[in-house]
């Protein structure tokens, strides 16, 4: 029997998480929306930035991220930064409440992205950067495009 392929589209990303955190581990929600936010999430509304997860009462919740109004919503439309359910099985919940409270771990969104037609988030397990490891990323990273630079001339050279 082949494999199911699974599309996955991307609506928005997190993209301070991995230059402020180490992450460890990453889960897969599903995320409880309101109509109009997931014709806004439709149209790619949606923004992650200072944006966290946490546990409360054995149940996970995302505060801070932002769901721009819908442009048909009119009186009906949603709240853009209300707190967002999200869904996972207690199991789950329990071991990221666990790692949540170690010293030094927090929980972050990484992306929001459709899977099957269903809107899903990424979370990491995260463990917060110095600045010295930020600044060593940023220097490994010019390293490393300044070498596919030069690959590059020279194969247009050859």
């Keep these: 029997m082949a ?3 699974t599309s996955e589209k ?3 990303t ?3 998480a991995r230059l402020n955190y180490f992450i ?3 889960y897969e929600a599903g995320i409880v929306l309101v109509g109009t936010e997931v014709k806004a999430l439709r149209d ?3 923004n992650l930035k200072d944006s966290y997860v946490a546990v409360k009462n054995e149940e996970i919740f995302l505060y801070g991220m932002h769901i721009g109004l819908y442009s048909h919503g009119n009186r009906l439309n949603h709240e853009p930064e209300r707190v ?3 869904l996972m099985h ?3 919940i329990k071991r ?3 790692k949540s409270r170690e010293k030094g771990f927090t929980l972050i969104p990484l992306k929001v992205y459709f899977k099957d037609g269903r809107i899903k988030v990424e979370i990491g397990v995260g463990r917060g950067k110095k600045l010295y490891d930020k600044r060593e990323d940023l220097k490994l990273k010019e390293d490393r495009r300044a070498m596919e630079r030069g690959l590059r001339s020279r194969s247009r050279e050859g």
Excluded: A, M
Aim: hydrophobic share 15%.
């Design 3 to 5: 494999k199911k392929e």
């Design 10 to 12: 991307i609506i928005c």
């Design 14 to 16: 997190n993209k301070t």
């Design 24 to 26: 460890d581990d990453t």
């Design 44 to 46: 790619g509304k949606g």
């Design 84 to 86: 967002r359910k999200l």
């Design 90 to 92: 207690k199991r789950e």
């Design 96 to 98: 990221l409440y666990g």
